[in-house]
């Protein structure tokens, strides 16, 4: 997500769906593996890159939830929040990346270390 001419802060990426399922804890000994799931909505997934700011979300969840993507039984186009649907958030790194070569380089990426000290997602 960029104005004109600025370096993007963000790229999200939005999946329509009847059914999402994500694995958020792997099974480990006599535990079970945690899954989240959505029923009908929209699977986002984000990457913010160095850089990205607080100041950007407000606009960005703003523009996700409000793009018509979905299409009703009478070929109308709404929003995710004109219809009864869920949405499921992952974070997604590869949506950064940049081929140079035969490689993939992740440079542009907000680093971990970067997003726990902004605090960009709480």
């Excluded at 607080?54 to 039984?73: A, G, I």
Aim: charge should be positive; hydrophobic fraction near 40%; proline fraction near 4%.
């Amino acid at each position: 997500m960029a104005e004109s001419g600025r370096t993007p802060q963000a790229r999200a990426l939005l999946q329509q769906c009847l059914h999402a399922r994500l694995q958020v804890r792997p099974a480990e000994g006599d535990a079970a593996a945690q899954w989240v799931e959505v029923q009908r909505g929209l699977v986002i997934y984000v990457c913010f890159f160095k850089g990205a700011d607080k100041e950007l979300l407000p606009k960005m969840v703003n523009t996700l939830l409000n793009v018509k993507v979905s299409e009703t039984e009478n070929g109308k186009h709404v929003s995710i929040l004109d219809l009864p649907g869920n949405i499921l958030i992952i974070p997604q790194a590869t949506l950064g990346g940049r081929v140079k070569g035969r490689n993939m380089q992740y440079h542009s990426n907000s680093g971990k270390e970067e997003g726990a000290k902004s605090k960009l997602l709480r």
